[in-house]
């Protein structure tokens, strides 16, 4: 199995289980507390954090597999945004100049995704 495929297999978990939260969470709102009927296959309370951690599992994936695409070779270790780092430049930029990173709410705020720190034109 291929690291992207792995990367993949873990960013469908995280779509299943947060569409699963989202239909727990509208089935607990509506059912006063109680526990809704007809959660046997979905559950009875939402798996809060579990989705995450697939989606981070997911991005550091990816990331390994952009380096292994350009070297060779995957790079070891878990800290997203080293790895993130030590992406050539160039492939950096080209990743922030993608719609779906610009629409992130946090791309703007000064932190690792701002346009500052991108050095991207946003115009």
Known sequence: MTIQ??????????????????????KLANSSGKTPEGTKILGTRPAMGVDIVCLAFSVELYIKDLHYAIKGEATRGHNIFELFEKLPEHIQQEIFAYDSIRQNPFFTRGDIFSTKEANIDTQ
């Not at 495929?5 to 989202?22: R, S, T």
């Open 5 to 26: 495929m792995k990367a993949e297999d873990f960013f469908n978990a995280y779509l299943v289980l947060k569409e699963n939260n989202e239909v727990l969470i509208e």
